[in-house]
């Protein structure tokens, strides 16, 4: 392999290189930018989708859309300045479904009172990734259980998206049907599924943004998206910075609402973590991964900060395997997915005429992508594939995430203690399931 030109003594590149270690990776700074702006079109579908989730919730949409920005913004400076990473971070699919679905919509918070949920699971995380507890917890969940959460919410995401576009509406003898497919709206975002499938596997660079714009732009003839320009200034994130609601904190359902997010955030972020870092050849000869604390402090941070801004989880994402793909190996790649998010703010109308029906499309292709770890489970075990199904499919069909990770817990200690496999449960799991059988018990 041909050594790279060294940068001049002194100079911008030599800084970089430097700071970020850029030689020692085998990088460069040409090969860091590019990876950035891979990671960035693979992951900017979230300034579209994550404001239309959260609307749901009553947020204001133009607010959000600048909390989105700036969240994935700052918290991928921090990884990459802090921990050195080529990973990019954003609000959290899934995550921003249980905070307007769940959270808002079932359990009746204010978005404001979510809002503080969010700030603290994040205050959670943050401390356990200090004191090495995050590493314990994430170890004690069943591996089944883990893939089981992923697919269920990827389910969950399909049901929301399905909705959205009209193909599944409600029906009082069955709860659910087929809507009317000769709808504009319910075709265009079928079209617009099977494009950004069709893409992606062709690998198009950006091609889940590809076709939600293609759709959008589609719709505009039909009345159904109305195209107000592409740049201005930002719009004011007054209506959700600091608007946390505190004054819900001690009820029971606040408690589980904060354990679910820390729940799932939690192993979004190890698998992302150590997915991204093994393909990009981080992880040490024992497979783990160095710098971890650095990495899990500001993954956590992360989460923090976008609460205080207005918006649910901000999470690692996996998509940063497509700039390490094309050679990102240093934090300097998460820096320049900063730089573009921060450009993206000043992008708002084109993310204000996107209708539901394209982020429908989109939302159908993540949970598409999501149930692939079902092939994880272990189907051989009646005690392991079990409770991962009630986990996955009850998350849909109670139109909640929380719901679904509790009966999970609770199957797999109830089956493994009358399968005479006991061992098998830890005592984490087995207080949280014991803490999930209180609150269906007593919760109304």
Known sequence: MAKKKEAAPGGFESTLDNYFGLSASRTDVRTEI??????????????????????KAGMDQGAVFVATCLAAAISSLIMGLYANYPIALAPGMGLNAFFAFTLVLTYKYSWQQALAAVFF???????ISIFYIREYVINAIPHNIKMAVAAGIG??????????????????????????????????????????????YRKVLGGTVIGILVVAIIGI????????????????????????????TMEMTFLIAVFSL?????????????????RAGLLDKDSRLPRMKQALIADSSATVIGSLLGTSNTTSYIESASGVDAGGR?????????????????????????????????????AVVMAKSLADVDWKDMTEYAPAVVTAVTMPLTYSIATGIGLGFITYAVIKI??????????????????????FAFHQ
Do not use: C, E, W
Request: aromatic share 10%; no cysteine.
């Open 221 to 248: 003839p039909f009345g159904l998206a109305k195209f107000g320009g592409v740049i201005s200034m930002p719009p004011s994130i007054s209506p959700t910075l600091f608007a946390l609601d505190f004054s819900r």
């Open 34 to 55: 590019i990876a950035g702006v891979t990671t960035f079109l693979t992951m900017a579908y979230i300034i579209f989708v994550n404001p239309a989730i959260l609307a």
């Open 155 to 200: 389910m969950f995401l399909a049901i929301i998206g399905l909705q959205a576009a009209g193909i599944v509406v409600d029906h009082p003898a069955t709860l659910v049907t087929l809507g009317n497919l000769t709808q504009p709206a319910a075709i265009l975002a079928l079209v617009g599924f099977v494009l950004i499938a069709a893409l992606n």
């Open 121 to 127: 699971s994040g205050v959670l995380a943050v401390l």
């Open 418 to 439: 009358l399968s005479g496999r006991q061992k098998d449960v830890s005592p984490a799991v087995m207080v949280l399931a014991v803490l999930f059988a209180l609150y």
């Open 262 to 278: 820390l729940f799932v955030d939690l192993f979004d972020t190890a698998g992302t973590l150590i997915g991204v870092s093994h």
């Open 330 to 366: 240093t934090g300097l790649t998460a820096v320049v997915v900063a730089i573009l998010f921060l450009l993206a703010l000043f992008f708002s109308p084109l993310a204000g005429m996107i209708p539901a029906y394209a982020t429908a499309a989109a939302l159908l292709y993540v």
